[in-house]
């Protein structure tokens, strides 16, 4: 870059780079790698992120845990490679995905005690020591700080947060009205939509009531979301993410497995409302994502596919294995001026 062009110019151009480029630039001199190191750099490169989606696949062929990354655009829907899967990470069998935001990918190491931030684009992870306990977790970056955090919940519903930059977890109140000590975190995928988290619970006490329980990443805030009458006691609920909104999937049968397609039309208000937009027959397979134009990626049978709602057409993504699971990101530079450990307090 022209040495005409002043400094500060030359960090708001670079801010527009992909991470790939800004790793190389990083080579040219000390002040760039400096500023490129810097966590404002780092924030304002996250928050004017426009490069394309990535779906990360991981599944299981020939008894190994398996990782790669698909470009998520109609013109180089099969580009894939294999990300560098983080060390603590790739001996294990089955690390939990616990969700993706901000470019993060968070795995939960039960055997280890770990909760791992990774980060494809840069080949870099983050192991958080997690405390002893039986918890559930959720994950997600706060879009104000681009400060990733951890919420664990113990099985009496208290709730503490931990948030990467202070290294220490702290109480938080799950201020929901009225409070319920019934409310259970059932298994389950959550979804990270402008800066909420939202999650399926279920309350025992009232024959499996399921509702969405939302967490605002920058206020601390739980919100509580009502599902349409005849969802709340359905048994077999998953959640998702369609086109930056929040989907509730239904699995039931019907002479053979169907699967209603239900889009929240206000996230984290609890006055949303829910409209079912399609039912897919799911015979052998399961939803276990959606790409960024709308088709559905199943898995099951052995194979990865993908489905498009209009059409009906399927096709394969030339993937072969079991227990798939899919995390939608984009490039980022977060975790670059992290150290690889972190022990939690």
């Known amino acids: 870059m022209s040495a005409c062009i002043p400094f500060e110019i030359q960090g708001e151009i670079m801010k527009k780079f992909p ?31 426009t490069q394309p989606h990535h779906l990360l696949i991981k599944y299981t062929a020939y008894s190994k845990d398996r990782y790669v990354s698909i470009v998520d655009d109609d013109s180089s829907r099969h580009h894939k490679f294999s990300p560098a899967v983080p060390s603590t990470v790739k001996p294990l069998w089955h690390p939990s995905v616990l969700g993706c935001s901000h470019g993060l990918v968070s795995l939960l190491v039960r055997s280890k005690g770990l909760i791992v931030f990774w980060n494809p684009s840069i080949r870099k992870s983050v192991d958080i020591v997690l405390p002893d306990g039986n918890y559930a977790f959720v994950f997600g970056v706060c879009p104000k700080t681009i400060d990733p955090k951890i919420v664990k919940f113990s099985p009496t519903n208290e709730a503490e947060v931990f948030t990467l930059s202070s290294g220490a977890w702290r109480s938080i109140s799950m201020n929901l009205r009225p409070p319920h000590e019934s409310l259970r975190f059932r298994a389950g995928n959550t979804v990270v939509i402008d800066g909420v988290i939202h999650r399926i619970n279920y309350d025992y006490e009232f024959e499996c009531h399921h509702r969405i329980i939302t967490y605002d990443l920058t206020s601390d805030e739980f919100e509580e979301v009502d599902l349409p009458d005849g969802l709340q006691s359905r048994k077999n609920l998953d959640i998702s993410k369609l086109k930056e909104s929040v989907v509730v999937l239904e699995y039931y ?21 829910f409209t079912k937009l399609f039912s897919v027959n799911v015979v052998l397979h399961s939803i276990i994502g959606f790409r960024k134009n709308g088709q559905l990626i199943l898995g099951g049978g052995g194979e990865l596919k993908v489905y498009e709602p209009g059409s009906e057409h399927m096709n394969s993504l030339g993937i072969y294995g079991w227990h798939f699971k899919v995390a939608s990101y984009t490039e980022s530079l977060l975790l670059l001026n992290h150290p690889a450990v972190t022990k939690t307090t």
């Open 19 to 49: 991470v790939k480029s800004l790793i190389r630039f990083r080579s040219v001199s000390k002040p760039w790698k400096s500023l490129i190191n810097s966590s404002e750099f780092i924030t304002d490169h996250s928050i004017n992120q």
């Open 253 to 273: 049968y019907a002479m053979e497995q169907v699967c209603d397609i239900w889009m929240m039309r206000k996230n984290g208000v609890q006055q949303s409302s």
